[in-house]
């Protein structure tokens, strides 16, 4: 006989963004209980600590801006969420920051690419210091924006262009 204790909870996470799974989201939505959990700033501010204060500051600020911009474009199903910056609970210095570049190089940029992936141009009008378009095709319509690699390879980098963000330039 098999038998669930009734002390035991099954949490799960979805993200309303994953619309290609809609028929098994109707299905859980049936069977479970769901309550939306947003973007918790002051959560997302303690896992930063370990940034010292300038770079914490600066990044809460992005991120915001991000938000905001998503927020604007497509809704808040798709924000930016504090479980990103996860992986930084407890840690420090120089891991702290090769981790934070982490975060954005390889999950939140290309995040944003696949949001935008039938307008990137989009991307080039909020994250201009970020995205280029790619010159090297001959049809201008064929252009779409590219990362910076070059100028964003270390957290310095990445640090260097959100200094020159719109949010972050005032």
Known sequence: EFLVPDNLYIIGT???SDRNIAL???ALRRRFTFFRIGFNENLLSQWLNGLG????NKIMKFVKYLNHEIKTRMGEDYEIGHAFFAPLDGINGDDAKNEV?????YRIF???EEYFHSDREILTEFL?????SDSSRKNENDRIPIIKAKEFKDFNGLMS???KTPE???
Do not use: A, C, R, W
């Open 24 to 26: 098994i989201d109707v």
């Open 110 to 112: 290309p995040l944003l």
């Open 53 to 56: 204060d300038e770079s914490k």
């Open 161 to 163: 262009l959100i200094e």
């Open 101 to 105: 570049y982490t975060i954005f190089k």
């Open 14 to 16: 979805m993200n309303d």
């Open 168 to 170: 972050n330039g005032q």
């Open 128 to 132: 201009k210091e970020f995205y280029e």
